[in-house]
């Protein structure tokens, strides 16, 4: 089964991480280094912060516990960055 992929969220979701991690001044090394020194997990933020691949729901779930964001606050900062991604409801 061939795999989803929306360039456009996943560049959206790109620059929110790469916001909060220049937010917090921590390299990819050492948010790679606390995130498998608490949960034991080993992520690949330089793959997640390019693009290169798609972000699971569990992974981002981690990156916003790290970054004391709620999902739903980290998805109004992705609608934030590309208007074009916010959903309106229609009725």
Not at 38 to 63: D, Q, W
Not at 82 to 89: A, E, M, S, V, Y
Request: aromatic share 6%.
């Amino acid at each position: 089964m061939k795999q989803i992929k929306n360039i456009q969220l996943l560049a959206a979701i790109r620059k929110v991480l790469q916001d909060l991690r220049a937010e917090t001044a921590l390299t990819q090394d050492a948010i790679i280094t606390d995130i498998f020194d608490s949960k034991n997990v080993t992520i690949n933020l330089a793959r997640i912060e390019t693009g290169t691949g798609n972000i699971s729901p569990s992974t981002l779930f981690l990156l916003c516990e790290y970054y004391k964001i709620s999902i739903s606050n980290f998805f109004k900062r992705v609608e934030e960055v590309d208007k074009k991604l916010k959903i309106t409801d229609k009725k």
